[in-house]
């Protein structure tokens, strides 16, 4: 995260950009980006914290709804569409179980596997997310 409150001036960014061969408009644009990324985070993190979840719980949730031919996914599957470490996706899977919002069930066609669907508890949790979750995203694209 980005945590610098006041960007530098124009003049510090331009002395810098000068000695290290950098477009000094180029760092400024990125640096505001960065910043401006860093609010919304603040921003999400927030909203998804009064929603009883975190940014990864919701991630999760997502991903499994957005599957088009199934309705649930593996461990594995979901692992390699966000990126954490495996000891973190076990970890968030088992605490979204332990509240109810997702389901892990042995594999009907390989008893080996497990699958990780939404439970109705999950699934109206994230309806009841995305509503203001496509608000701030919104809104932060709405001030240019």
């Not at 979901?78 to 179980?97: E, G």
């Not at 066609?109 to 990780?116: I, Q, T, V």
């Amino acid at each position: 995260m980005f945590f610098l409150k006041d960007l530098p001036s124009q003049q510090m960014v331009g002395t810098y950009a000068e000695a290290y061969g950098a477009d000094p408009a180029h760092i400024s644009s990125a640096l505001l980006m960065m910043r401006r990324a860093s609010l919304l985070i603040r921003s999400l993190d927030a909203y998804f914290a009064a929603h009883g979840l975190s940014q990864l719980r919701f991630l999760v949730l997502i991903v499994i709804d957005r599957e088009p031919d199934r309705d649930w996914l593996t461990p594995n599957e979901i692992a390699q569409r966000i990126d954490v470490s495996k000891p973190v996706m076990t970890r968030t899977l088992q605490s979204l179980q332990q509240d109810g919002l997702i389901s892990i069930s042995a594999s009907p066609s390989d008893g080996r596997s497990k699958e990780a669907a939404l439970t109705p508890e999950g699934r109206q949790r994230l309806q009841d997310t995305l509503p203001g979750y496509f608000k701030l995203l919104s809104e932060e694209m709405a001030k240019g």
